[in-house]
């Protein structure tokens, strides 16, 4: 199996603190392959998530806490809230994360932040060119599939699509359809 991994590898050399050396190998117990892994993955999560963080005042938080406040806010201000930020700071972030704003770079975001990285949420997808469907399973309220209703919503008019949703206590169903050519946003410069 090793020898398939291997040319997909691009060799680098770095020093790294001892202390944070240490924790490596505990966590690792001396397999040297599985140290390759460890830090692959944690270098992947910070170019991909890592370094947005602070520049787009991302958080996670415990999935038990968002079910809570998604309680504390009825499902018309979880949607007016998904609106605003669909309409304005998921493209913004879009546009600086992907260089583009297209369906592809807004589910990739869904899939990646929302599901990936800040397990909001489980993400699947099915479909094709012209018809997707977007199930985001979340179990925190009918607020919370508001919310992200909304978000998909807003993003998929902005593109020219028509979203049909379909919100639940635990999930949100998102089915996109393309109306004539999909809308393609070129990116401007942002203030990162």
Known sequence: MLPCL???LTRRTFAIE???SEKI???VEGHPLEVNLLVNKALRRY???GRFVE???LVTSDPRLMKLFWSHLTVEEAREMGLQNGNSAVVEFILYYFRKFDLESVLKTFRVIGAEYSNS???SESGGDRNRTVIL???MGQSASAYYGASLKALGVRLGLEVELEESDDQLVCKIRSVD????????TLKA
Not at 181 to 186: F, G, L, W, Y
């Open 47 to 49: 170019v991909e998530w």
């Open 18 to 20: 001892r202390e944070l």
């Open 6 to 8: 291997l040319p997909r």
């Open 137 to 139: 399973r979340h179990s």
């Open 121 to 123: 949420f489980v993400y």
């Open 25 to 27: 190998d505990d966590l």
């Open 181 to 188: 050519k999909e809308q393609v946003v070129a990116p401007k």
């Open 55 to 57: 520049n787009f005042k």
